[in-house]
C-alpha cells in the first residue's frame, strides 16, 4: 500500500487541524494503520493507531481526548483530527500501515512496513 499524507500547516495554540491520509488501496480489514510524529531533536513517537479488524483506536497518553483517528473506507483515507493543539504538538506527522502489526507492538514504528511522506504541523502560542 502507498500512503500519502497532507493537511498541516501553521496555526496556534487552541486551534485544531485535520491531517490526512490518502491511502492506494482499502486499509480496513488490511492493514492497521497509525500515525507517528516527529519533534526537532527528538525520537519518533507513536500518536494513534486504529486496528484492521475491529477498528478500536489507541491513543499516545497526551493526545487522548484532544486527537482522534479515523477512517473513510469509500475513499481509502485515514484522518487525523487534532483539536486543541498546544506547541508541544509541533512536530512533522508520519502515517504508517501494517498488515501484521500485533497489540504489543502497535507503538513501534518498526512494525510498520508502508510509510507516507511527513506533513509538518507547527503550533505557536
Known amino acids: 500500500v502507498q500512503l500519502q499524507a497532507s493537511g498541516g500547516g501553521s496555526v496556534h495554540t487552541g486551534d485544531s487541524l485535520r491531517l490526512s491520509c490518502a491511502a492506494s488501496e482499502r486499509t480496513s480489514g488490511h492493514y492497521t494503520v497509525a500515525w507517528f510524529r516527529q519533534a526537532p531533536g527528538r525520537e519518533r513517537e507513536f500518536v494513534a493507531g486504529?486496528?484492521?479488524?475491529?477498528?478500536?483506536?489507541y491513543y499516545e497518553d497526551s493526545v487522548k481526548g484532544r486527537f482522534t483517528i479515523s477512517r473513510d473506507n469509500p475513499k481509502n483515507m485515514v484522518y487525523l483530527q487534532m483539536n486543541s493543539l498546544k506547541p508541544a504538538d509541533t512536530a512533522v506527522y508520519y502515517c504508517?500501515?501494517?498488515?501484521?502489526?500485533?497489540?504489543?507492538?502497535?507503538?513501534?514504528?518498526?512494525?510498520?512496513?508502508?510509510w507516507g511522506q511527513g506533513t509538518l504541523v507547527t503550533v505557536s502560542s
Open positions: 486504529l486496528f484492521r479488524s475491529y477498528g478500536r483506536s
Open positions: 504508517a500501515a501494517s498488515a501484521s502489526v500485533i497489540f504489543s507492538g502497535l507503538r513501534s514504528g518498526e512494525n510498520y512496513a508502508y
